[in-house]
């Protein structure tokens, strides 16, 4: 054991040196100059990461390429999701008519996903939270 050190229960105290106001402050301009760009590192991880979690009704959507008529807002070759969930507000029913829909094609002979009853209905979830 050196001399600068000394005991407290039987253990060795390490001594550390005390900062002066300048380091510290010098610490605090580098954390502060390099906070912008991790923040922006975290943003652009985030925006990519949402397709790595995206479920499988956004599986589903993307594979069937619901998106080529479907939009979420605006009106393409088909309704918008809005539009369908502004239209069917209020209905208790409204999830179970778009399962059923989804499932027969409906009178417009709609492309019927390759899904499970569980799929449809997020999917139905999906179209009915569009605003």
Avoid: Y
């Avoid at 991880?45 to 619901?66: L, N, Y």
């Amino acid at each position: 054991m050196t001399a600068s050190a000394t005991l407290f229960l039987g253990r060795p105290l390490r001594l550390t040196r005390v900062r002066t106001f300048h380091e510290t402050a010098l610490e605090e301009t580098e954390i502060m100059t390099k906070l912008p760009f991790t923040l922006a590192a975290a943003a652009v991880s985030f925006a990519f990461a949402g397709s790595a979690f995206a479920g499988p009704a956004e599986d589903i959507i993307a594979k069937e390429k619901c998106g080529n008529c479907h939009t979420a807002q605006t009106t393409k070759k088909a309704p918008s999701w809005a539009s369908i969930a502004q239209k069917m507000k209020g209905d208790p029913a409204a999830e179970a008519k778009i399962v059923e829909f989804l499932k027969t094609g409906g009178t417009e002979d709609h492309k019927k996903p390759a899904a499970s009853d569980a799929d449809l209905k997020a999917i139905a979830q999906i179209v009915l939270s569009s605003k």
